[in-house]
């Protein structure tokens, strides 16, 4: 993975009122943090990081993070977390990790598939049973997206973890024997009929037996309902005492 250089600058002010006047200014509040430093408060531009963001193919970014003014040298950093407005889309503020170029580190890719497997063109439907997977590498080596040739998989056929290539150095992590992809055969109109009320049936029974069980038994002979065992017990003692 390529890093991409970003200007950060040194941030004073916290409090909700505070960072919500850094926001109207067109900053980002940030902070960055890793195993071997202190976390540290920052401010971005709004422009510099919706930039960044729009032209990443995927949500991990690595960034040659450069820090205004402290005369440091650049830290290099992987985006940790984005926090977005529910309504404009804007972003409200960003994590970042610090790593080490010489330390393997892991992260979830996304999983792309490539070519039309020979099992749809024999009728059947490609399944994503995993959209992302897990990988460990060092910063310079970790992919975008894992992109994985489906041509030769058949109707039927599963593609397990432990069957998908890895790039040089990078290590896909997770059980091997996981699906991960299938084609299966299409399910007609009556199977899928047939399912639907299978698995309502076994629901509808239960709601007939609960509302059984609360109603309780038929009443006795004469219209009074049964004794319950609680009150046979207290009758009990009565009776002892008058013998």
């Known amino acids: 993975m390529k890093s991409v250089p970003l200007t950060a600058y040194a941030r004073s002010v ?16 940030t902070v960055i943090y890793g195993r071997k430093c202190d976390a540290k408060t920052l401010e971005l531009n709004q422009r510099d990081l919706e930039k960044l963001i729009s032209h990443s193919a995927s949500e991990n970014i690595l960034v040659d993070l450069e ?11 992987l985006v940790q977390d984005v926090q977005h407005d529910p309504l404009t889309g804007k972003v409200l503020h960003i994590d970042f990790h610090e790593v080490s170029a010489d330390e393997k580190v892991t992260i979830t890719v996304p999983l792309e598939t490539v070519g039309t497997p020979v099992g749809v063109k024999d009728g059947g439907v490609l399944e994503h049973v ?16 894992l992109e994985v040739d489906v041509t030769n998989l058949a109707l039927g056929k599963v593609l397990h973890l432990g069957e ?14 996981v699906p991960v992809l299938a084609v ?41 309902k049964p ?3 609680a009150d046979k017990a207290a009758e009990k003692p009565a009776k002892a005492e008058k013998k």
Do not use: C, H, W, Y
């Open 164 to 177: 998908i290539p890895a790039p040089a150095g990078v290590e896909i992590l997770g059980d091997k024997g």
């Open 67 to 77: 820090i205004a003014g402290d005369g440091a040298p650049k830290r290099l950093a």
């Open 14 to 29: 916290t409090g909700r009122n505070a960072v919500k006047k850094l926001r109207t200014s067109g900053r980002v509040p």
């Open 130 to 145: 995993l959209f992302k997977l897990k990988v460990r590498a060092l910063p310079a080596d970790l992919p975008l997206v």
């Open 184 to 224: 299966q055969t299409p399910k007609s109109e009556a199977e899928e009929a047939a399912a639907e009320a299978t698995a309502t049936t076994p629901t509808e029974v239960e709601m007939i037996k609960e509302k059984k069980g609360e109603e309780g038994a038929a009443p006795a002979e004469g219209g009074k």
């Open 227 to 229: 004794e319950k065992a």
